[in-house]
């Protein structure tokens, strides 16, 4: 809330102002779809806005009940902690999709101008009464734009920073990647030849095996590495999302954790890499179920629009720390116990390559972490 009472300050919002806008509430809202339906035709207007926002006319639809929300909210409060926070996630989903930050200070200008329109029809701006209320509206428009263009430029740059890192990253992994791979080469020989020579060893087999199971995991490790920095061309097919999350969990390992799956999606099939597919669902399902243990329970569900399909990974578990949550899907970055924090930066990777994305909240259901990837069912490419 500091951020919210410092712009408070500086604008001069009040307790008074809180008391007008709630007066006018009444007296607007029924204006609410006109303001509404002006903002996206002005907004779908601009080529780069309607692809950013445009995914069929559900999505739109789905973006026009949240702005009659985010209308009320502005005139009925309570302007709190969560109040600021929903104004936050408006800027990080502008970063999210890559929308110019200019487009939302001409989106938030087109709500003001036709509020202030409204307004004028419905009061006596001449009064003291109209003009405070006037005020009052610019007042808590402006506290709302700053905070969304604040948040737009600290996610702006933590995602500049984040792919600085990965550009090192990168080249580190391109280096020293490949040359690894000879001298691990040199011991699985090594170990092959020992192992004939120590058939009749028991000790000795046992320690031949453990050096060979750390060898694999090591040349696995390397592997994801190089994937995460390889370009290679997708092996698209047609892929049916519900069996492919029926045999992703096959291979998971629940350990006491219980998983249900709810298939909303009425048997969608989308153009994919089935391995990379495959691989998105085993790694969110095998995080979830270790953020579960000992006997919690992780949730898949499954649905569909008419551009794409959602996965979505919920567990419940403790959830992820704000600190760790800007940089979870980088490389090397993990809060588990073992692991070394690969999974989740491949399954962004693989997601993007596909032309989908994945976000990240806490799941009002179970409590933890949640994880939505969205992708399309047709064969488009990030």
Same mark, same amino acid.
């Given at each position: ?19 007008? $806008? ?37 999505? @739109? ?22 109040? *600021? ?6 800027? =990080?989903? +502008? ?15 087109? !709500? ?28 808590? $428009? ?16 933590? =995602? ?12 580190? @992994? /391109?280096?020293?990647? +490949?040359? $690894? ?25 046992? +320690? ?6 750390? !060898? ?42 219980? !998983?249900?799956?709810?298939? #909303?999606a009425g048997g969608a099939a989308l153009q994919a890499d089935p391995t990379q597919l495959r691989q998105i669902v085993i790694n969110l399902v095998?995080?979830? %179920? ?9 949730? !898949? ?7 794409? %399909? ?29 692991? *070394? &924090?690969? &999974?989740?930066?491949? *399954? ?6 596909? #032309? /989908?994305?994945?976000? %990240?909240?806490?799941?009002?259901? $179970? ?11 047709? &064969?488009?490419?990030?």
């Amino acid at each position: 809330m500091k951020l919210f009472s410092e712009l408070q300050r500086y604008v001069g919002f009040t307790v008074d102002d809180e008391r007008r $806008l709630k007066v006018v509430h009444p007296l607007l809202s029924p204006h609410f779809q006109d303001v509404v339906e002006r903002f996206y035709e002005r907004v779908l207007q601009h080529d780069d806005a309607r692809a950013a926002l445009q995914r069929g006319e559900r999505q @739109v639809g789905h973006l026009k009940v949240t702005l009659t929300q985010w209308l009320h909210e502005l005139f009925e409060g309570p302007w709190d902690d969560a109040y *600021v926070r929903r104004r936050e996630r408006i800027g =990080r989903v +502008h970063v999210l999709i890559n929308l110019p930050q200019h487009f939302m200070v001409t989106a938030m200008n087109v !709500v003001r101008l036709t509020l202030r329109e409204h307004l004028s029809n419905t009061l006596d701006e001449a009064s003291d009464e109209g003009r405070a209320s006037r005020d009052a509206l610019q007042r808590i $428009l402006d506290i709302d734009l700053a905070i969304m263009l604040h948040t737009y430029r600290e996610d702006l740059e933590a =995602r500049n920073a984040r792919a600085e890192r990965l550009a090192t990253f990168g080249q580190l @992994v /391109g280096s020293i990647g +490949h040359e $690894l791979r000879n001298p691990l080469g040199v011991i699985e020989t090594s170990l092959y030849v020992l192992k004939g020579n120590a058939a009749g060893d028991a000790k000795a087999q046992r +320690h031949l095996e453990r050096i060979s199971q750390q !060898v694999g995991l090591a040349n696995d490790i390397i592997t994801q590495l190089l994937e995460l920095i390889r370009d290679r061309p997708l092996a698209r097919q047609r892929v049916e999302l519900a069996p492919t999350v029926a045999s992703a969990l096959d291979s998971v390992k629940l350990e006491g954790v219980t !998983v249900s799956v709810d298939d #909303g999606a009425g048997g969608a099939a989308l153009q994919a890499d089935p391995t990379q597919l495959r691989q998105i669902v085993i790694n969110l399902v095998d995080n979830a %179920v270790q953020a579960a243990q000992p006997a919690g329970q992780v949730r !898949v569900k499954l649905s569909r629009d008419e551009q794409g %399909v959602t996965l979505e990974v919920a567990d419940s578990g403790a959830g992820i720390s704000p600190e760790v949550k800007n940089r979870l899907f980088e490389p090397l970055v993990t809060t588990r116990t073992r692991g *070394v &924090g690969l &999974g989740l930066a491949l *399954v962004k990777r693989m997601v993007e390559r596909h #032309g /989908g994305r994945i976000e %990240v909240g806490r799941s009002d259901e $179970l409590g933890g972490a949640r994880f939505t990837v969205w992708l399309p069912t047709t &064969g488009a490419t990030a």
